[in-house]
């Protein structure tokens, strides 16, 4: 028996949060792009304006009145960038998260109609897009590929994200006199280094029940979990 689909939304610095209901109200349209090479995104557009946020209830002379602020979602501290956030749907009992990631644009589409007319644009990425912020050079002395994956991804364990790296047949270490492992770009770019090496690939996932994040370094192409 259908019992409805219903739609979730977290935000957050770190620890996402379940949106307010008014925010979760002005959203018009969701969409969510997944990918088997690069980062997934999603794009949800909230309707902004006198009408767009639902409003406020407050008691005017004893009567129950709605006001409403204009472009109050804009200033919102859930909805700044690099702010995490989680969209999850939930079809009958089946719970399944379609995005895990990070918010990276805002923009705001206005309109000259007066009554909720102009819309508010959040874009962003999954959760990779952190590894790839920043270039550290380091070397790894005395470890296979597999345990240097491991020891890049598990340094994200703030965004919930738990590595599953699986090795490769040849998993070899190498030690210090013959070769000394160097990242000389960011974590992404090595991470992706090491997989094509291997003829595998690297990519995230969103994992459907403790809405963390999965990266793996492993199987082949021909081979991707659906």
Same mark, same amino acid.
């Given at each position: 028996? /259908?019992?409805?689909?219903?739609?979730?939304?977290?935000?957050?610095?770190?620890?996402?949060? +379940?949106?307010?209901?008014?925010?979760?109200?002005?959203?018009?349209?969701?969409? =969510?792009?997944?990918?088997?090479?690069?980062?997934? @995104? *999603?794009? =949800?557009?909230?309707?902004?304006?006198?009408?767009?946020?639902?409003?406020?209830?407050?008691?005017?002379?004893?009567? !129950?009145?709605?006001?409403?602020?204009? /472009?109050?979602?804009?200033?919102?501290?859930?909805?700044?960038? /690099?702010?995490? =956030?989680?969209?999850?749907?939930? $079809?009958?009992?089946?719970?399944?998260?379609? *995005?895990?990631?990070?918010?990276?644009?805002?923009?705001?589409?206005? !309109?000259?109609?007066?009554?909720?007319?102009?819309?508010?644009?959040?874009? @962003?990425?999954?959760?990779?897009?952190?590894?790839?912020?920043?270039?550290? +050079?380091?070397?790894?002395?005395?470890?296979?590929?597999?345990?240097?994956?491991?020891? =890049?991804?598990?340094?994200?364990?703030?965004?919930? $994200?738990?590595?599953?790296?699986? +090795?490769?047949?040849?998993?070899y270490t190498s030690t210090v006199n013959e070769k000394l492992p160097?990242?000389?770009?960011?974590?992404?770019?090595?991470?992706?280094?090491?997989?094509?090496?291997?003829?595998?690939? /690297? *990519?995230?996932?969103?994992?459907?029940? !403790?809405?963390?994040? *999965?990266?793996?370094?492993?199987?082949?192409?021909?081979? $991707?979990?659906?």
């Amino acid at each position: 028996m /259908f019992k409805g689909v219903h739609l979730r939304l977290l935000l957050g610095p770190t620890v996402p949060l +379940p949106a307010p209901y008014y925010m979760t109200n002005a959203i018009t349209s969701i969409e =969510i792009k997944n990918t088997d090479s690069g980062r997934d @995104g *999603f794009q =949800i557009t909230l309707k902004m304006g006198r009408q767009g946020n639902g409003g406020s209830l407050v008691s005017l002379g004893g009567q !129950s009145t709605k006001l409403f602020l204009d /472009f109050n979602l804009l200033d919102h501290p859930l909805l700044k960038p /690099f702010n995490r =956030i989680i969209i999850i749907v939930t $079809i009958n009992t089946l719970r399944k998260v379609l *995005f895990d990631g990070l918010i990276t644009n805002i923009q705001v589409m206005a !309109s000259n109609t007066p009554m909720g007319g102009s819309n508010l644009v959040i874009t @962003g990425e999954d959760l990779s897009v952190m590894m790839d912020n920043k270039e550290t +050079p380091e070397t790894y002395e005395n470890q296979s590929d597999a345990q240097i994956a491991t020891k =890049i991804i598990s340094a994200y364990a703030k965004y919930g $994200i738990v590595p599953l790296v699986i +090795p490769p047949l040849t998993n070899y270490t190498s030690t210090v006199n013959e070769k000394l492992p160097c990242k000389a770009g960011t974590d992404l770019q090595y991470l992706q280094k090491l997989a094509a090496k291997h003829d595998h690939i /690297f *990519f995230c996932r969103a994992y459907r029940c !403790s809405w963390s994040k *999965f990266r793996i370094l492993g199987t082949k192409r021909t081979k $991707i979990p659906p």
